[in-house]
């Protein structure tokens, strides 16, 4: 993201922080201008119908419904399948259980029990042994939670076979599944692996139209007509009806059909970014682990959010997401040259900071 900030000395910030960060493009903001919209409540803006039947015909689902963030779309498919007291299982460290702020307990009474990935990702055999027969002592578990790509899992993608595998199981034992694709459009971009092929496996998905693709707001919820209708009355319920949105899901529909492939240069200065961070002293990373746009390294010596707080001051953003850990997300806003430019504040700092 390059901006300015305003004083005497006006320059460019490179902001890594993540690729939500993005802003509106001059065609985008054009074809929001454009957009034709009516009462979305009552069913009547074309522009969000559109975007909602495009996303869905992507996602292989009979439907789909326009939300404005994926933590909604995330709560609202946990509200949908389940009851109060239900148990849902995801990974130690999804979005659903770190990042939104202990909704599926406060919107649905729902249970998280976690299961700890490798970078995210757990087998058909770890779901297998997390599995608890029926006792009227257990909350009764319906619902598994998958995220691809994995954010804090720095971006990994889940193999398809092991999709598959942990599908396998979880219909064994009647159970549903949701997919959190908030960037699931970096994981299809990076495998060819087409965005449906994925979903197949769910009864839900979620898509983020505001993180890579650089919408300025917006996700969707995909699945059965049945649920999806479903999930349209809780997001009522939660204040989520919006009326004349056919103006920000323009910006979406913009974003789903131009910014998709072009992910792929995010994930080539990703690339770029890993292996000169790896040569870096101090810094600890395997650049061969990042597939997307994500990396996430370790730092040895200064604490993360210090070091990063420096880093801002040079004019390179990024995030720490631990006592030592350093997120770097690229994006519609970053260029390899922006990328060249943050390397060369990075490593500068690093040596000030007396790691070289
Ligand atoms: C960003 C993100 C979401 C949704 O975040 P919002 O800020 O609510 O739009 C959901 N899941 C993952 C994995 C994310 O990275």
Same mark, same amino acid.
């Given at each position: 993201?390059?901006?300015?900030?305003?004083?005497?000395?006006?320059?460019?910030?490179?902001?890594?922080?993540?690729?939500?960060?993005?802003?509106?493009?001059?065609?985008?903001?054009?074809?929001?201008?454009?957009?034709?919209?009516?009462?979305?409540?009552?069913?009547?803006?074309?522009?969000?119908?559109?975007?909602?039947?495009?996303?869905?015909?992507?996602?292989?689902?009979?439907?789909?419904?326009?939300?404005?963030?994926?933590?909604?779309?995330?709560?609202?498919?946990?509200?949908?399948?389940?009851?109060?007291?239900?148990?849902?299982?995801?990974?130690?460290?999804?979005?659903?259980?770190?990042?939104?702020?202990?909704?599926?307990?406060?919107?649905?009474?729902?249970?998280?029990?976690?299961?700890?990935?490798?970078?995210?990702?757990?087998?058909?055999?770890?779901?297998?042994?997390?599995?608890?027969?029926?006792?009227?002592?257990?909350?009764?578990?319906?619902?598994?939670?998958?995220?691809?790509?994995?954010?804090?899992?720095?971006?990994?993608?889940?193999?398809?076979?092991?999709?598959?595998?942990?599908?396998?199981?979880?219909?064994?034992?009647?159970?549903?599944?949701?997919?959190?694709?908030?960037?699931?459009?970096?994981?299809? !971009?990076?495998?060819?692996?087409?965005?449906?092929?994925?979903?197949?496996?769910?009864?839900?998905?979620?898509?983020?139209?505001?993180?890579?693709?650089?919408?300025? &707001?917006?996700?969707?919820?995909?699945?059965?007509?049945?649920?999806?209708?479903?999930?349209?009355?809780?997001?009522?319920?939660?204040?989520?009806?919006?009326?004349?949105?056919?103006?920000?899901?323009?910006?979406?529909?913009?974003?789903?059909?131009?910014?998709?492939?072009?992910?792929?240069?995010?994930?080539?200065?990703?690339?770029?970014?890993?292996?000169?961070?790896?040569?870096?002293?101090?810094?600890?990373?395997?650049?061969?682990?990042?597939?997307?746009?994500?990396? !996430?390294?370790?730092?040895?010596?200064?604490?993360?959010?210090?070091?990063?707080?420096?880093?801002?001051?040079?004019? &390179?953003?990024?995030?720490?997401?631990?006592?030592?850990?350093?997120?770097?997300?690229?994006?519609?806003?970053?260029?390899?040259?922006?990328?060249?430019?943050?390397?060369?504040?990075?490593?500068?700092?690093?040596?000030?900071?007396?790691?070289?």
């Amino acid at each position: 993201m390059t901006q300015t900030i305003s004083g005497t000395q006006a320059r460019r910030i490179i902001d890594l922080r993540s690729d939500t960060v993005t802003l509106p493009t001059a065609e985008m903001r054009g074809a929001m201008a454009a957009a034709e919209v009516g009462d979305d409540v009552f069913g009547e803006d074309p522009t969000v119908r559109r975007l909602e039947a495009r996303t869905a015909e992507i996602l292989g689902k009979e439907a789909a419904v326009f939300v404005p963030s994926g933590t909604m779309a995330n709560q609202l498919a946990i509200r949908a399948h389940t009851e109060p007291g239900d148990e849902v299982l995801a990974e130690a460290n999804a979005h659903i259980v770190y990042y939104e702020a202990g909704a599926p307990a406060a919107l649905s009474g729902a249970t998280c029990r976690c299961l700890t990935g490798r970078r995210g990702i757990f087998s058909g055999a770890d779901l297998e042994a997390a599995l608890r027969p029926a006792d009227i002592h257990f909350p009764p578990t319906r619902l598994v939670c998958l995220e691809n790509t994995h954010n804090r899992g720095g971006g990994s993608v889940w193999p398809l076979t092991e999709i598959a595998g942990v599908a396998t199981v979880a219909r064994q034992h009647g159970l549903r599944l949701h997919l959190d694709g908030a960037r699931l459009w970096n994981a299809s !971009v990076a495998t060819g692996v087409p965005e449906r092929a994925y979903a197949t496996h769910f009864e839900s998905v979620n898509v983020c139209f505001s993180k890579g693709l650089g919408a300025p &707001v917006g996700s969707a919820l995909a699945g059965s007509a049945e649920f999806v209708a479903r999930a349209r009355r809780f997001r009522k319920q939660l204040g989520g009806g919006m009326r004349q949105a056919g103006i920000i899901a323009a910006g979406a529909l913009f974003a789903l059909e131009h910014h998709r492939a072009r992910l792929a240069e995010d994930h080539v200065n990703a690339q770029t970014l890993a292996r000169r961070l790896a040569t870096l002293p101090g810094v600890e990373l395997d650049p061969a682990s990042f597939e997307t746009n994500i990396v !996430v390294f370790r730092l040895d010596g200064v604490p993360a959010r210090d070091w990063v707080r420096i880093l801002d001051d040079a004019g &390179v953003r990024l995030l720490a997401t631990g006592p030592n850990l350093v997120r770097a997300v690229t994006h519609l806003g970053v260029s390899a040259t922006d990328i060249a430019a943050a390397l060369e504040i990075i490593k500068d700092s690093l040596r000030r900071n007396g790691r070289s």
